[in-house]
């Protein structure tokens, strides 16, 4: 596990005067899960869309397997293997989950949502998207319209389309928010199969106890600046982290693990 797949070097930007993040680095290893983790407003989401390649940074780098991405459109930085989730689920509610997931690896092949519907039909999209929504666990609902989901299968199904493009790097914000035990638990081993085939997880979370279940590393961010980096038991014992989160009366389970 010590090959970088992404490295984020002093990575800043800035809205007008607001530092949204503001000189962070940390990297991840092939096969890694890393959590990112801050209170509101600390700057994971502005993170993502600058390594997803929806904000450009103004300051610092960000390198995909050594390549400097800074700028690179969202579309390039999918077909470079940076794979993607949002917070609010954003599927084509008509379509039926299968097709969902068709439309995403027409966009692996073609990189616009104009030109995917060539890929549409075909035997062997529909073979390959079946076998995605098999490694979710949607296979039972391809057929089904994707507004008739409830959420922790709607959350499945954005994963299964951030899959269909092949990541080599994944990236989850807040993908477990809203769901029940069972569905975080089945959620959780989803992550874990999908590491064990040597694909890196950056993952958003508020829920303490998943993010520290989770991560091999955790990286947490406040007011746009890292506070503290390190193992889930460094993290859940730094005063630094737990002031940040008590400050904001959120996530005190914090202090409860220690
Ligand atoms: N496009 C934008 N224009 C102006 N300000 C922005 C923009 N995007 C984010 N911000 C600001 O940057 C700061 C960091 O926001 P961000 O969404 O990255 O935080 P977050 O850590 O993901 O928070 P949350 O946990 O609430 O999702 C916030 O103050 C936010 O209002």
Redesign the pocket.
Known sequence: MSEVILEVKNLSIN??G?K??DDVSFEIKRGEILGLL??????????F?MISGV?KPTGGEILLNGMRTNGFPPYKMAMLGVGRTF?VVKPFSELSVLDNVIVALGMMKYGSFRLSWRFWNTAESRLRAMEILRRVGLADKAELKAALLPLGNLRKLEIARALALEPKLLLLD?CFSGLRYEEIKATEELIMRIREDGVSVLF?E?NMRVAMGLSDRIVV?DH?RKLAEGLPAEISANPAVIEAYLGKGDCADVAERQ
Request: glycine share 22%; hydrophobic share 30%.
């Open positions: 809205f007008g607001l949204a993040v801050g209170p509101n407003g600390a700057g994971k989401t502005t993170c869309n904000y917070q807040e958003i508020h961010l746009g």
